[in-house]
């Protein structure tokens, strides 16, 4: 019966190792000064840009390859684009020009939105540099690896007391 018990409490951590993969964050989210927030969704493949100067939303296939980070470099072609944006003092909607095709461009510290505002075009990139950035915590691979040990040694421990 004892070698029984041991191979559960074994089968249970390595078990409990495996579930603890490590975390595949799917929101990421950038505060720049002034207020802007970057949002990227990478499992809807959505994104947004909120701030004072611009309230925008968009989508993008190629977000589904976004690692986020503190220095990302990244591209994305954007499938759609809504939204607006001050330029000027005035709010400037989105427009289509098929010779400037949207794209958002992450080059370590540097965030652009690169779109056209206006209807004739008025604007163009919506850029800002150095955010702060919150990283997403990995699951606590260690607290379950520690877990299973504690349960391994109270076994341990029991199956000694039960021999006395």
């Known amino acids: 019966m004892s070698k029984f ?3 559960a409490a074994i ?3 390595a ?3 495996v579930a603890a993969t490590p975390a595949s964050a799917a929101i990421f989210e950038y505060t720049f000064s002034g207020g802007d927030v970057l949002t990227i969704d990478t ?12 309230d925008a939303t968009f989508t993008s296939s190629d977000f589904a390859n976004f690692e986020g980070g503190a220095n990302p470099t990244f591209t994305a072609m954007l499938d759609s684009i ?4 001050i330029i000027r003092g005035n709010p400037e909607q989105v427009s289509s020009d098929p010779r400037h095709p949207e794209k958002l461009i992450v080059g370590g510290n ?3 939105l690169w779109a056209n505002w206006g209807n004739p075009i008025v ?10 950035f919150a990283e997403v915590p990995a699951p606590g691979m260690l607290g379950l690896l520690g877990l299973a ?10 199956r000694k007391a039960a021999a006395a």
């Open 43 to 54: 499992e809807a493949q959505t994104g947004s840009w909120v701030g004072n100067k611009i």
């Open 110 to 112: 540097r965030f652009n």
């Open 15 to 17: 078990g409990s190792m």
């Open 5 to 7: 018990i041991k191979t």
């Open 149 to 158: 040990l504690v349960a391994l040694g109270l076994g341990r421990r029991r």
């Open 11 to 13: 089968a249970l951590a």
């Open 82 to 85: 809504n939204g607006t944006r």
């Open 123 to 132: 604007g163009g990139d919506y850029i800002r540099r150095n955010p702060d």
